[in-house]
């Protein structure tokens, strides 16, 4: 696992903490721990009765933050064909992408994180979520979930972020209570089709639209052309002369389906360790 949005995974004892507001209804918020016990993960979920009432979508919530819903030994199949993936794998054999919590949450995190550094988003977030959402303790922690859309929807200012943006905290938790954030209907459209409507959402440009699409839904095949650091990654690791073009890394990326999301999260977070240890 790895430490994404507004996630900052620094240290683990063994226990990670998840607090969330359900696909299923966003007006409902979980805390859950999640622990492994060999090959299977073990849920503790928490919640009033009415979060509690169905706890497969809890699960299912759940597997595809940590994408433990995609097949593992088919993925390990696409990186033995690839000698870069290869190594990648090698060095980080279990890795996983962890995703957004919903459409929902990615979007108010692209908003936050506009033109702000990750840890100063980060720091917003958890003030927006103690202030506003539920709060949740979690093995010896206290964990908060980001506020529904429409908690989101009442505010009129919050603290840290400038005004002019708080419009479009409320642009989404409207089209959120309007089912427009609803992951089956966007995962139902094509990625470049559910990417052309979200960038109607106010504050979401093509790379937000991107991050929603790909790191919420939990898709495992979409390559996305909108991140610098994938380029970068590929030129180093395939000890290119030049950052690859949209064309060449689309080409160099039919090897990884149909995992391209997974391969050009893996060879960003995990080749960098490659890089330094050469």
Do not use: K
Not at 58 to 75: E, F, I, L, M
Not at 106 to 134: C, K, N, P, Y
Not at 159 to 175: C, F, K, N, S
């Amino acid at each position: 696992m790895m430490g994404f949005g507004h996630r900052d995974e620094r240290s683990f004892d063994g226990v990670m903490r998840l607090a969330f507001c359900l696909d299923t209804d966003l007006e409902q918020q979980v805390g859950v721990e999640v622990r492994q016990e060999g090959q299977a993960l073990e849920l503790l979920i928490h919640g009033d009765d009415e979060a509690l009432s169905d706890v497969e979508a809890v699960t299912r919530q759940v597997a595809r933050v940590v994408s433990a819903d995609g097949d593992g030994a088919a993925y390990a199949e696409v990186c033995a064909a690839d000698p870069v993936l290869a190594r990648v794998h090698a060095a980080a054999p279990g890795f996983r992408p962890s995703n957004f919590y919903s459409p929902y949450e990615a979007a108010v995190w692209s908003v936050l994180s506009a033109r702000r550094q990750r840890r100063q988003a980060i720091t917003l977030r958890q003030r927006l979520s103690a202030r506003h959402g539920a709060t949740f303790e979690l093995a010896g922690q206290t964990v908060h979930a980001l506020p529904t859309p429409a908690t989101l929807a009442r505010l009129d200012r919050v603290e840290g972020l400038q005004d002019v943006a708080v419009p479009r905290l409320h642009g989404i938790a409207e089209a959120a209570r309007a089912g427009r954030l609803d992951l089956d209907r966007i995962t139902s459209m094509s990625p470049e089709d559910a990417m052309t409507e979200l960038q109607r959402l106010p504050g979401i440009g093509p790379f937000y639209s991107a991050l929603v699409v790909i790191r919420a839904c939990g898709l495992t095949d979409v390559l996305s052309t909108q991140e610098p650091h994938t380029r970068r990654a590929v030129q180093s690791l395939y000890a290119l002369d030049h950052e690859p073009g949209d064309a060449e890394l689309t080409a160099i990326a039919e090897a990884w389906r149909p995992f391209r999301t997974w391969a050009t999260v893996a060879l960003r977070a995990v080749g960098s360790r490659l890089e330094s240890a050469a």
